[in-house]
Structure formats: structure tokens, C-alpha cells
């Protein structure tokens, strides 16, 4: 009795990541990890010569350690030279920054980033 062929399945495909995904884990990469980004908007924008994609997004460090990273975070973000295949990053602005100190440290950052396709 022979028994049942195996059923193979091709590789899986590793999922693709977009402008999206290398923006979202350049900022986590900037805050060393600490940062949890609770809400990214996306939309399109165009000019004459330039098109590409305005980002919205709300990141919250949570901790001591997490606060202090985001502060160095927010620092930096306007001058950070970012590395996003096939994307130039044409402006990366703070918009808004909040902290607590009760019951724990705690700080919330908006940032908003231009991104242009690179061609």
C-alpha cells in the first residue's frame, strides 16, 4: 500500500513592503523601537511636477525610557535623512507633542511627512 503523496505548496512569498511599511519602521527605528504608532493616514498628493503621498501619523512612547527616546525622536525628525526606497522625504515636521507625567510618563507625538516619488 503506497501511501498519500505529499502535498507541497511553493515557498511563501515574502510580503512586499510599500513607502508605508519603510516610513512607519524608519520613525520606530529613530525612537530605538520605544514608540507604538497608534494611527497612520495616507493620502495622495500632487503638484505641477511632483507626485507622492502626505502621512499623517500619532506615535505614543510609553515609560520613562520609551518618553525619552520619543523627545530625541522629535528632535531630529526635521533634519533626519531618510532612507525609503523609491521615495524622497520632502518635509517631516512635528505638528503636535503632548506629555504627562501621572500615573506614568507618557508622551504622544503628531508628525505629518511629505513623501515624492523618486524617478
Do not use: Y
Not at 520619543?70 to 515636521?93: C, K, N, R, W, Y
Request: hydrophobic share 40%; net charge negative; proline share 7%.
Amino acid at each position: 500500500m503506497s501511501a498519500d503523496p505529499i502535498t507541497r505548496f511553493p515557498p511563501a512569498r515574502k510580503a512586499r513592503r510599500g513607502p508605508r511599511d519603510h516610513l512607519r519602521t524608519a520613525l520606530l527605528d529613530m525612537a530605538a523601537g520605544h514608540g507604538i504608532i497608534t494611527d497612520h493616514k495616507e493620502q495622495s498628493w500632487a503638484s505641477i511636477t511632483f507626485t507622492g503621498t502626505r502621512h499623517h501619523l500619532s506615535i505614543v512612547f510609553d515609560g520613562a525610557n520609551a518618553v525619552e527616546a520619543g523627545e530625541s525622536m522629535v528632535a531630529a525628525l526635521p533634519e533626519h535623512e531618510f532612507t525609503i526606497p523609491g521615495q524622497l522625504v520632502a518635509d517631516a515636521t512635528v505638528s503636535a507633542a503632548e506629555s504627562t507625567l501621572l500615573p506614568h510618563p507618557k508622551l504622544t507625538v503628531e508628525c505629518e511627512l511629505l513623501l515624492l516619488v523618486d524617478s
